[in-house]
């Protein structure tokens, strides 16, 4: 059974930074897909980029340049880098792995929270 656990949310302010960290347990495989996703309160789940397989990261347009994905294969943790946080990015944030796009991936997180006040 695939485990994700995220860590690293909390509370800010407008311009500071946070790191998401994930760790996976359960795959089987050494090669997979991963992603991180937000969803703020009142509003659709909204995909903040990911990594392949091949270890290509894509991001969203909405955090391209201030967010910033990598990954510890010996570790199996997915991080990511919140820079120039604003208030909009406040939301819970999820890290997800295992066949990802865009629209989702087959294994979640729990989820951490980030606020970012002004």
């Known amino acids: 059974q695939v485990h994700l656990v995220e860590s690293g949310g909390g509370s800010v302010q407008a311009g500071e930074s946070l790191r998401l960290s994930c760790v996976i347990s359960?795959?089987?495989?050494?090669?997979?897909?991963m992603a991180w996703f937000r969803q703020a309160p009142g509003k659709e789940r909204e995909w903040v980029g990911g990594i392949s397989a091949r270890d290509d990261i894509t991001y969203a347009d909405s955090v391209k340049g201030r967010f910033s994905i990598s990954r510890d294969n010996a570790k199996k943790t997915l991080y990511l880098q919140l820079n120039s946080l604003k208030p909009e990015d406040s939301a819970t944030y999820y890290c997800?792995?295992?066949?990802?796009?865009?629209?989702?991936?087959?294994?979640w997180g729990q989820g951490t929270q980030v606020t970012v006040s002004t």
């Open positions: 997800a792995a295992n066949g990802c796009t865009s629209a989702g991936c087959k294994d």
């Open positions: 359960g795959l089987t495989y050494s090669r997979y897909s």
